[in-house]
Each structure stands twice: as C-alpha cells, then as structure tokens.
C-alpha cells in the first residue's frame, strides 16, 4: 500500500501559550474523502491553520510530512505550491481584484518554474490559454461567466464565496484539499451547490478533509472515513456511518470517554 499524501504525527500545537492540539495523528490519501467533525473548541480550525502554516499556531512537537517531505519549515505559499490548498471558513473580500485576475496570479504562482512536477511556465501561463481553462472550469461547476469579473468576495453572499473558493480549487488542482467548516453559514441551497462543485472535483487525484460541526454536508458529500475531535485529540474514528450516530447522539458520549472503549 502506498504512502498517504498527509501524514500528521502526533501533533502538538499552542497558541500564544495554550496548548490547542494534544498529541492529534491523521493521514489523508489522494482519491479518499475524510471528514473530521468535533464540537466547538476542539481544536478543528487549529488544524487545517497548522498545516497551511499560519505563523500564530506553534507547533511545539510532532510532524506534518506531505509526499514525504515535513512541511514544518515551508512557508505557506511553498506548501500551496507543493499541492495543499485550504477552503477558508469566513473568505476576505479584496476591492478591485477580480475573481478572474485573482485566480489567474494563484495559478501563475502554482506552476512557478522549480514547483515539483509543475509545467515550466516561465513567464505565467498565456491570458487565452487561462480563459479558456476558467471558461471550462466554471462550466464544470454551473458558474455565470460573469461572476469571474467581479471583485473577490466584495459584495457576495455567503454562498457565492464558498463557490469562489471551489473554483480557486478547481483552478488549482491541488493533491489535498482541506475545506474548513465551509458549510458554515450556508442555507441549504447554497450547501447543495457548493457540495456539488466539490463532488465534481473530487476523484483520483485528489484527497478531501471536510473539517465540520454538523452531518447536514455529508448528505451531499460521502466520506469514506469520519473522525471525531474532543479537546485536542481524535477520540475515534470510523466510517460514513459515525456522522449519522453523532447527529442521533451528539458529541457527549465521546467526552464521556465511551468511544475510547471502542
């Protein structure tokens, strides 16, 4: 069996001197869909931050290898570049960027010259070339055209954002995708769009975690695997099945400590 992707090792991460993560291990493969539920406060966020490298999350012991290689001293455009790629729960809005623009200086970056297994656009990949990419791209996911020549999050709903960050997905191509509570304040029409746009994207090539609280985006996007996070740590971990008894149960029977006698 071949190496996954992500592997997380016995993570220990602080913030500002509080201890987040407690000891959490996981690995995430191309072609598998993971998702990691937990209530409030269990260190979920603290997680897909750490492994995109934001600076406020130390980590004070354990490992993060992506194709083999730590990423612990790679900045986070090295780590995007090399092919992590994190949806964000609350996505910034940029005034006078466009979605097209944006989307074309992440992609340019992305096939920089050294990227490992990138093609060797020296000088960023030709605007007709791009066009058509994103005219074929948000064909994929249902998307106007018009929607890639407005300002970047500037104005948009709460669910055309979470579709922007699909599309910087699609665009992007990354070998694992970490979607950060991107159900969040979406209504169901919106969830059922955007779980569509990551259902179309999803296969071979790519891994998903779908960090969340609740089941309701895993109606529409099946996991192969479910883990649960308490208090820094992953208590247990199953299949599609542990989503549906945690919507029955809650999440008490694990603080409880009954899932460690699994």
Same mark, same amino acid.
């Given at each position: 069996?071949?190496?996954? *992707?992500?592997?997380?090792?016995?993570?220990?991460?602080?913030?500002?001197?509080?201890?987040?993560?407690?000891?959490?291990?996981?690995?995430?493969?191309?072609?598998?869909? #993971?998702?990691?539920?937990?209530?409030?406060?269990?260190?979920?966020?603290?997680?897909?931050?750490?492994?995109?490298?934001?600076?406020?999350?130390?980590?004070?012991?354990? &490992?993060?290898?992506?194709?083999?290689?730590?990423? %612990?001293?790679?900045?986070?455009?090295?780590? !995007?570049?090399?092919?992590?790629?994190?949806?964000?729960?609350?996505?910034? !809005?940029?005034?006078?960027?466009?979605?097209? @623009?944006?989307?074309?200086?992440?992609?340019? !970056?992305?096939?920089?010259?050294?990227?490992?297994?990138?093609? /060797? #656009?020296?000088?960023?990949?030709?605007?007709? *070339?791009?066009?058509?990419?994103?005219?074929?791209?948000? !064909?994929?996911?249902?998307?106007?055209?018009?929607?890639?020549?407005?300002?970047?999050?500037?104005?948009?709903?709460?669910?055309?954002?979470?579709?922007?960050?699909?599309?910087?997905?699609?665009? %992007?191509?990354?070998?694992?995708?970490?979607?950060?509570?991107? &159900?969040?304040? %979406?209504?169901?029409?919106?969830?059922?769009?955007?779980?569509?746009?990551?259902?179309?994207? /999803?296969?071979? /090539?790519?891994?998903?975690?779908?960090?969340?609280?609740?089941?309701?985006?895993? @109606?529409?996007?099946?996991?192969?695997?479910?883990?649960?996070?308490?208090?820094?740590?992953?208590?247990?971990?199953?299949?599609?099945?542990?989503?549906?008894? %945690? *919507?029955?149960?809650?999440? &008490?029977?694990?603080?409880?400590?009954?899932?460690?006698?699994?």
């Amino acid at each position: 069996m071949s190496t996954p *992707e992500l592997v997380v090792t016995d993570l220990h991460v602080a913030v500002e001197g509080k201890e987040i993560l407690k000891g959490l291990s996981l690995s995430v493969s191309k072609g598998e869909v #993971h998702a990691l539920m937990g209530p409030n406060g269990s260190g979920k966020s603290t997680l897909a931050n750490t492994i995109l490298g934001h600076p406020r999350y130390e980590v004070t012991s354990g &490992d993060i290898r992506f194709k083999g290689e730590s990423v %612990l001293e790679m900045e986070t455009d090295e780590r !995007a570049r090399a092919g992590l790629f994190m949806a964000f729960q609350y996505p910034v !809005a940029i005034p006078g960027v466009s979605v097209a @623009n944006f989307l074309r200086t992440a992609l340019n !970056a992305r096939l920089a010259p050294g990227t490992d297994g990138a093609p /060797a #656009h020296k000088k960023g990949m030709p605007p007709k *070339e791009f066009r058509a990419l994103l005219k074929d791209k948000m !064909a994929l996911l249902r998307m106007d055209e018009s929607f890639a020549t407005r300002y970047l999050n500037d104005g948009f709903s709460g669910g055309e954002k979470k579709r922007a960050e699909i599309l910087q997905m699609a665009l %992007l191509q990354p070998e694992i995708a970490i979607m950060d509570e991107t &159900d969040s304040g %979406l209504d169901i029409d919106a969830l059922r769009v955007v779980s569509e746009g990551v259902n179309a994207l /999803a296969g071979p /090539a790519m891994g998903v975690l779908v960090i969340t609280h609740y089941n309701r985006i895993l @109606n529409y996007i099946k996991p192969d695997h479910v883990h649960v996070m308490v208090d820094g740590r992953i208590q247990v971990s199953g299949g599609p099945e542990l989503a549906l008894e %945690l *919507e029955s149960r809650g999440y &008490d029977w694990v603080r409880d400590g009954e899932a460690m006698a699994r």
